[in-house]
């Protein structure tokens, strides 16, 4: 039975926490400056501000700061600062049984997918991908289309309905249409779940996927990794984000491009493909809920969360 966290409220105590890289001081500060002013209460990760190598801290830290969020009954929302590399290294050192008997809005990006996939695969917990507060909400001025998105995802008690997919044209790639739970994130996280207990299942559901700085071969060996995998065979659909530094010029001119490779991987199966949603390393961001029933078309291209992101109050 999937899990839904309580609305954010007014004036909640948000805990912001780093289980990855760590942040620079003047983005931390400018991200908690900015939620303060929206009226909310901060409360700092005890290891917030620590580094170790390219980790914010050590693992014993980071995972530290992360269950006192989970189990603080004052916190209503966790946030991830930051992105990088780190989060997948924590996953066994979290008390899921606890955190089903305290469920709690988790926004994150990138590196975070490693949390959000487990915290969805041990307790069907829903999670919210889109956001790092100390690269999106410390800017001078936050994207209003990321930030929009952000907080009606985060305390609009109802079904979000048809999510914006912006301006830029959207690609199909296959025709149809699907419905199942929106499952997904960073493909190369994802990937580094496969076969481990952190893994959620994917059978019959809209699969989302982005990525950057991997190149073409690296892309085509993580979707073959995938289909051998037998995930493409039990998705219901495929939704492709944006692949930041992927497809350049600085790689092999003969190098396919994402639409092709993904054209090769699923020529044998019947399920809607579409490609550049707002969804990916760039400034302007859509923010998904984790694990929520959504319908995904492709005439036109639309996906619409068909249940409410968070539990009836």
Known sequence: MLLKPPPLTPGANIALVAPSGPCPDKSLDAAISYLEQRGYQITLGTHLRQQQHYLAGSDVDRATDLIMAFNAPTIQAIFCVRC????????????????????????????????????????????????????????????????????????????????????????????????????????????????????????????????????????????????????????????LGQFKDCFTPEHDSSSPQIEELITLWNKDLDIPIIAGIPYGHFKRRLVLPIGIQAQLDTQPPALTLQEPALAAQ
């Open 84 to 239: 990088g590399y780190g989060s997948t290294r924590l996953l066994d050192q979290l008390d899921y049984a606890r955190i089903r008997r305290n469920p709690k809005i988790v926004v994150g990006f990138s590196d975070t997918t490693g949390l959000h996939l487990a915290l969805y695969a041990r307790c069907n917990l829903v999670g919210f991908t889109g956001v790092l507060a100390g690269t999106d909400l410390c800017q001078v001025q936050p994207d209003p289309f990321t930030t929009t998105a952000l907080w009606r995802a985060l305390t609009w008690p109802q079904s979000l309905g048809a999510i914006p997919l912006g301006h830029d044209p959207i690609t199909v790639i296959h025709s149809g249409s699907a419905s199942g739970p929106l499952v997904g994130g960073c493909l190369s996280l994802l990937v580094s779940l496969l076969g481990t207990p952190y893994m959620p299942s994917l059978e019959g559901a809209s699969l989302f996927l982005e990525d950057i700085g991997e190149a073409p071969y690296r892309i085509d060996r993580m979707l073959n990794q995938l289909r051998l995998a037998g995930i493409f065979s039990q998705i219901n659909g495929l939704i």
